[in-house]
């Protein structure tokens, strides 16, 4: 099973959009990565409709969207091609047809405790050079939060351009959390600085510009 910091295993596969290498299609962006259980579902339809009226935010973010599940591509297209007829919600985004488990597998999808032929509500984020940076699961039974996918997106992007970390409920707009000091005479320059709030020097943070 992959862990955060790892490269993202790489595939080929089947998908709704057509045949995939995933290294290809992570290559230069973000990409999250997300399973759902089956097709032709009630919970499954709510989140792939949050994904696919979402995707514009995604895209502008440099982010792919790549569902999955252990589905036919057959399935995968008949089930969009519904969705859309019922709510004019269209899934324009790829969808792994993982029959063979092939990716589930590799990228610890299947939970046995939960089920032994459907994937967990697993998520992936994968940044532009092919790093796992964040995980998460939930259970067959509960529905995804957008809010906090697209919260966790934003926060590893402004890590990343910030050089900084971001604490409990971060949001855009928050302050951030500055490293801390490694030496004593950065310590003494911190204590003495007025740009920081400052707690205490090893816990300060900054307004991001």
Not at 42 to 63: H, I, Q, Y
Not at 131 to 144: A, D, K, Q, T, V
Request: contains cysteine.
């Amino acid at each position: 099973m992959p862990r955060i910091g790892d490269k993202a295993p790489d595939f080929q596969t089947i998908t709704t959009t057509g045949p995939m290498v995933f290294s290809e299609y992570n290559k230069g962006s973000w990409v999250v990565l997300f399973s759902h259980p089956a097709d032709f579902t009630p919970v499954c339809t709510t989140e792939m409709s949050g994904f696919a009226l979402e995707k514009t935010w995604f895209d502008e973010r440099n982010t792919k969207l790549l569902g999955l599940s252990i589905d036919s591509v057959h399935a995968h297209l008949g089930w969009v091609n519904n969705v859309r007829e019922k709510t004019g919600v269209y899934f324009d985004f790829p969808i792994i047809a993982d029959l063979d488990m092939k990716v589930s597998q590799l990228y610890g999808m299947l939970h046995p405790g939960e089920s032994t032929t459907a994937a967990v509500r697993a998520v992936f984020f994968i940044d532009p050079k092919g790093e796992i940076r964040l995980m998460m699961y939930y259970p067959l039974n509960i529905g995804r939060n957008m809010e906090e996918i697209q919260r966790a997106l934003v926060a590893l992007q402004t890590s990343d351009e910030q050089k900084v970390a971001l604490p409990l409920n971060w949001k855009p707009g928050d302050k951030a959390i500055v490293p801390p000091p490694k030496t004593l005479a950065e310590m003494n320059e911190r204590l003495a600085s007025t740009e920081y709030e400052m707690i205490d020097f090893y816990l300060s943070k900054k307004d991001l510009n």
